[in-house]
């Protein structure tokens, strides 16, 4: 069964940090670009990063550029999210997602982080 796993989620105070961790099972991330997105209360989903199959790329949103890295582990078929200096802007539920040409993409059932004082 191919499942995505998001965690490490929580509520953060703003300027601090949270990493996700998005863990695949059923499928092998290294033949998958990966992405995270998110969705804020009331908000479509939207783009957050991305790196390529074997991570010799990553993009970013405006939004998130210098304060966010994504990155991947393809021996433990795991990616992250480092999340600094978090902003009262940032909370929602955060997703990853799996994309190979021809295939369809997977979706994890999100991570909730909360930035409050």
């Known amino acids: 069964q191919v499942q995505l796993v998001e965690s490490g989620g929580g509520l953060v105070q703003p300027g601090g940090s949270l990493r996700l961790s998005c863990a695949a099972s059923?499928?092998?991330?290294?033949?998958?670009?990966m992405s995270w997105y998110r969705q804020g209360p009331g908000k479509e989903r939207e783009f957050v990063a991305s790196?390529?199959?074997?991570?010799?790329?990553?993009t970013y949103a405006d939004s998130v550029n210098g304060r966010f890295t994504i990155s991947r582990d393809n021996a433990k078929n795991t990616v992250y999210l480092q999340m600094n200096s978090l902003k009262p802007e940032d909370p929602a539920v955060y997703f990853c997602?799996?994309?190979?040409?021809?295939?369809?993409?997977?979706w994890g059932q999100g991570t909730q982080v909360t930035v409050s004082s």
């Open positions: 790196i390529t199959r074997a991570g010799g790329s990553t």
């Open positions: 059923g499928f092998t991330i290294s033949s998958y670009a």
């Open positions: 997602k799996g994309v190979r040409v021809g295939s369809i993409p997977y």
